[in-house]
């Protein structure tokens, strides 16, 4: 046995379709991402476990594409441009076979702002993400009707003048999330010991109220985790989780915050619903004028976004010193988790299961405390930074 993922799949076609990049493989693959990169202008998008092919068709904004291996065990397919573009949505086909690119076509300055928010990145369905790094199989679950709306969780810390925060550990019940190489350690496991642990943190800072949206192993879907921070009128979402990647040697912390095109079709669409009541937390939209309703909208998610990036930051900077991080720890992506207008968000993937010393560090019980102590220390200073900034405008 080779140990190959069974989504190592190849390139085996690229072409450009107007204002589209359809990239095709010969196997289903497990995941993508695409960052911007100037001069000269062009757009990268490295393929998880995949090998190159050789088949490309440019065409409109693309002047040429070309395939590659950076590091020998992921592909990359290089997008040369005649004209400035952005990567303006991206998704897989059913069959996870099938990534298709939205292109934009884009002025200089808002391109050079796009290379600078870093990578988006693309999941395919989930049943094409499951899989053992180690283990050429898949299993079929049946997902269980929707239960009834569940009691909200208990608030630990009993100051309401103290500001809220809400931790998220990912996947659970019949979603294990990412396995570890050797199959015994289950994404779901170990977010959820962490977010036990930065509970405990939290709470004998004596600085903030915590709340988790899981404390066992349950499924909730991704509406249902912010939802919850939103009922409970939380100040701050932590997503707990966990990395993987076809290359093993991939290792460290990153840090996701909501990518501008995600925010751009998640305010349209929330400024489209019938029932505005609930889209911004003490505000009914529901006899606004659209235009309004799309402009307050636009604006609140603005400020999130900000709050949220400044938040990631502060975060990645905090973890450098106690656990492993990614040298590009920030970045975007169109995570439906992330997506409550007026909620900072983040979603923080603590390292990489895929990776044998990473997977060791997060599962044991002083990796956990580091990682409560990266997120105590972030939060601190979030909180702390934002009442003088209230206070100074006083």
């Known amino acids: 046995m080779t140990g190959a993922p069974s989504w190592a799949g190849a390139v085996q076609d690229v072409k450009v379709q107007g204002d589209r990049v359809v990239i095709r493989f010969n196997e289903p693959v497990r995941q993508a991402s695409a960052f911007m990169l100037a001069g000269p202008n062009r757009i990268a998008v490295d393929v998880d476990g995949a090998t190159p092919g050789a088949a490309h068709r440019p065409g409109g904004a693309v002047a040429s594409i070309r395939q590659g291996s950076p590091d020998g065990s992921n592909a990359r397919i290089v997008l040369d441009l005649a004209r400035p573009a952005i990567v303006a949505d991206g998704s897989f086909g059913s069959d996870g076979r099938t990534l298709t690119l939205a292109l934009r ?42 239960a009834a709306p569940a009691r909200l969780p208990r608030i630990y810390g009993n100051d309401a003048s103290r500001p809220l925060v809400v931790i998220d550990a990912g996947h659970g019940g019949h979603d294990p999330g990412a396995i570890s190489p050797d199959g015994k350690l289950r994404e779901k496991d170990i977010t959820l010991q962490v977010a036990l642990a930065i509970r405990d943190a939290l709470v004998a800072s004596g600085k903030v109220r915590v709340a988790l949206t899981r404390d066992d192993d349950r499924y909730l879907i991704h509406r249902e985790r912010f939802g919850v921070a939103r009922q409970l009128g939380a100040d701050l979402f932590i997503s707990i989780h966990c990395d993987s990647a076809g290359n093993a040697t991939a290792s460290g912390a990153t840090v996701y915050t909501l990518s501008e095109t995600a925010s751009d079709k998640e305010a349209a669409r929330l400024a489209a619903r019938e029932n505005k009541s609930d889209i911004l937390a003490g505000v009914d939209l529901g ?12 604006l609140t998610q603005r400020e999130t976004m900000n709050a949220s990036a400044g938040f990631a930051r502060l975060l990645g900077r905090e973890a450098q010193p106690l656990i492993p991080v990614r040298a590009n720890y920030h970045r975007f992506a169109s995570l439906l988790v992330l997506k409550a207008p007026d909620l900072p968000s983040v979603l923080f993937e603590t390292g990489y299961i895929s990776n044998t010393s990473d997977a060791a560090f997060l599962a044991s019980p002083e990796g956990q405390r580091k990682v409560a102590q990266t997120v105590r220390r972030a939060v601190d200073i979030h909180f702390a930074t934002r009442n003088a900034t209230r206070l100074a405008s006083r």
């Open 105 to 146: 076509t884009v002025d200089d300055a808002r391109f050079a702002r796009a290379a600078a928010e870093g990578r988006m990145s693309f999941l395919p369905p989930f049943s094409y993400t499951q899989a053992s790094s180690r283990h050429n199989y898949s299993e079929r679950v049946t997902v269980p009707a929707r």
């Open 287 to 298: 006899d606004t004028n659209p235009d309004i309703s799309s402009i307050l909208i636009d």
